[in-house]
């Protein structure tokens, strides 16, 4: 454990304690808990509220918000916090969930998704490595929840798979807005009908610990105000809904084996619940899969303003250029770039960054003219963003920045492809061995190593060279705390997984619906927070209230 993470559980075990001693009766003051955060010998003691509630959920996006409704409507007094001023959390910023069915399928005459097919063939992809059980529940609650999220506010529109091309089930739902404060603005409506029902959402209110009994029993959650009191919440279940740890790069790259992947995430999704859970004696499941889905060219063009986004985005969604590794040799089928998910995997695969290779007639022909022009015939759908690479549109200014971007090591550039290898540190011998065949394949019209299709196959004849460097990034992390199929939390002991009484944990947080890597399916981690948040709003109810709820009734 590192130790920032041991001094942050050494104060939560400090605070939670203090806690305790008042819920069990000892002589501690209430009052007199110092108050969470960096230790800091010389803090005020500060006054501690108290609260009391059936469940309270830690974490206001699409898991903690659908865990607070669901319960919320079921009748249980819940409490949601959330570290931000706003709802939404991750989930606002993407672009939309998995269905297997909704009225909005219904309107356009398309068949619900067939989910025992699914189901197969995810637990095919995972080689069984998933929990069959909670994939199962997953899928099967999917086929209401796109029309369970229009009937409290939100506003979908069912389209085609825009980003994972390569996935055979077509239940993408996407948000009908360009701009993520517009479903922000969903959540809020959302959460404005939780209110009415008597729910509370504290924002800028941090969960900092669980408070827990000497038996291991969850007893609520300790959080700090803006103004840095404490608030003790007493409450019958708690979730754990926190997004995982995408901000936390070093901890995402340990997961890696170390390879370093930036954050394209939420700044506040530090791991929290994650650690939580862990200090509450959860067993891990599922810290190495990440949402990695989106390659760009890393380098600060602001300077070109408007066209900036050409050579920072626009050359890394290029399939006619080569891609080769640090070593200089290439490793995939370019036309990967039509599915987001497989080009950040394969690039991970290579290490911290790949090469994307370009020779000055290219250049040329890109600024003149675009990509068509080069050779690329179809363009890269990209959802909301329409023409990420443009097909006919001159790439202006793309010498000058690529000539900016050598100043900043990102590009490198030779008159042979030894001395661009040489310059870019690259082995001379294996990136002129790569481009030669490469070059044989692109005249014979056949890629004979990975099978990309022949139109894409375009040789770089005249040098000077480009190598220009193309990094992955991460969406968000997902999985972290080990539950079983009612979203609860389970013990670290691997002889016999028992609950960790009145925890569970939803979302990204949750470990279990995959192997090692992301499943091939549009809208699959936004599906599953939904998804998964009503299940454990239901599982906290039953618990709190001895209430049960059956979220599958037709
Ligand atoms: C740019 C982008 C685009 C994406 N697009 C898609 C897509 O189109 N389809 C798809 O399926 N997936 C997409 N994803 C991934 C998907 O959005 C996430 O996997 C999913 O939304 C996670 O939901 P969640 O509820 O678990 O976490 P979140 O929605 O992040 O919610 C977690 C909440 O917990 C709060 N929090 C954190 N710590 C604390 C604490 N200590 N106390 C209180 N609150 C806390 C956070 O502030 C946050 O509001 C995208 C991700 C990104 C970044």
């Known amino acids: 454990m590192k130790r920032s993470y041991w001094v942050r559980s050494l104060l939560c075990t400090v605070l939670v304690l203090v806690s305790v001693f008042s819920l069990i009766g000892c002589t501690a ?35 903690g918000s659908s865990a607070a409704v669901t319960a919320a409507e079921a009748g249980a007094e819940v409490i949601l916090l959330d570290k931000n001023a706003q709802p939404g959390g991750t989930t606002a910023m993407g672009g939309g969930l998995f269905g297997a069915d909704s ?10 998704v067939d989910t025992d097919a699914l189901f197969q063939d995810w637990m095919k992809e995972m080689v069984w490595k998933a929990d069959a059980n909670l994939v199962r529940k997953y899928l099967d609650l999917s086929h209401t929840t796109v029309d ?28 009908n807005n360009n701009s993520p404060s517009e479903t922000v603005g969903y959540f809020k409506k959302m959460l404005a009908g939780f209110e009415e029902q008597g729910g509370q959402v504290l924002y800028e209110t941090p969960a900092k610990g669980l408070i827990m009994d000497s038996e291991g029993a969850v007893l609520g959650v ?94 890394a969604y290029l399939p006619i250029t080569p891609w080769v590794n640090a070593s200089g040799v290439r490793f995939a089928n370019e036309d990967l770039i ?20 370009l020779s000055q007639a290219m250049v040329d022909t890109l600024e003149e003219k675009g990509a068509a022009a080069v050779g690329m015939n179809e363009n890269v759908a990209m959802g909301p963003i329409a023409e990420v690479a443009p097909m006919n549109s001159p790439w202006t200014n793309l010498n000058a920045m690529l000539e900016e971007l050598i100043n900043q090591d990102v590009v490198f550039k030779g008159d042979s ?32 190593i990975f099978g990309k299709r022949k139109e894409h196959m375009v040789a770089l004849e005249e040098g000077p060279y480009y190598a220009v460097k193309v990094i992955p990034t991460n969406l968000c992390t997902l999985g ?16 016999n997984y028992e609950p960790i009484p009145n925890l569970y944990a939803a979302g990204a947080d949750a470990g279990g619906l995959y192997s090692s890597h992301y499943v091939l399916l549009e809208g699959g981690a936004q599906g599953w927070a939904y998804n998964s948040g009503r299940l454990a709003g239901a599982s906290a109810v039953a618990n709190a209230l001895g209430k049960e709820i059956d979220l599958f009734e037709k």
């Open 29 to 63: 003051k209430p009052e007199e808990v110092s108050s969470p955060g960096e230790p800091d010998e010389s803090s005020e003691l500060v006054a501690t509220e108290k609260m009391t509630a059936d469940v309270v959920v830690i974490g206001a996006g699409g898991a």
């Open 103 to 112: 009225a909005l399928m219904k309107e356009r005459g398309e068949k619900p």
């Open 148 to 175: 369970w999220l229009l009937d409290r506010g939100f506003d979908l529109e069912k389209v085609d798979p825009v980003q994972q091309t390569h996935t055979t089930y077509h239940g993408y739902h996407k948000y």
């Open 222 to 315: 300790l959080a700090e105000k803006k103004d840095g009191t404490t608030i003790e919440i007493s409450a019958k279940s708690v979730i754990i809904a926190t997004g995982g740890f995408v901000a936390d790069e070093a901890w995402v790259a340990e997961t890696l084996d170390g390879v370093f992947v930036a954050s394209a995430g939420l700044l506040s999704n530090t791991g929290d619940g994650i650690k939580m859970a862990w200090d509450a004696g959860a067993a891990k499941r599922g810290e190495d899969v990440h949402l990695l889905h989106v390659t760009k060219v890393p380098g600060d063009l602001s300077s070109f303003e408007d066209t900036a986004w050409l050579a920072n985005t626009s050359l």
């Open 338 to 357: 039509y599915d987001r998910a497989l080009t950040t995997n394969a690039v991970v695969a290579q290490g911290n960054f790949i090469y994307t290779i």
């Open 417 to 448: 492809f030894e001395e661009l290898a040489e310059n870019a540190g690259m082995d001379p011998g294996k990136l002129a061995s790569t481009m030669a065949k490469y070059n044989a394949d692109a005249k014979a019209g056949k890629d004979a």
């Open 480 to 495: 972290g705390i080990r539950v079983n199929e009612d979203l609860q939390v389970v013990k670290n002991d691997p002889n």
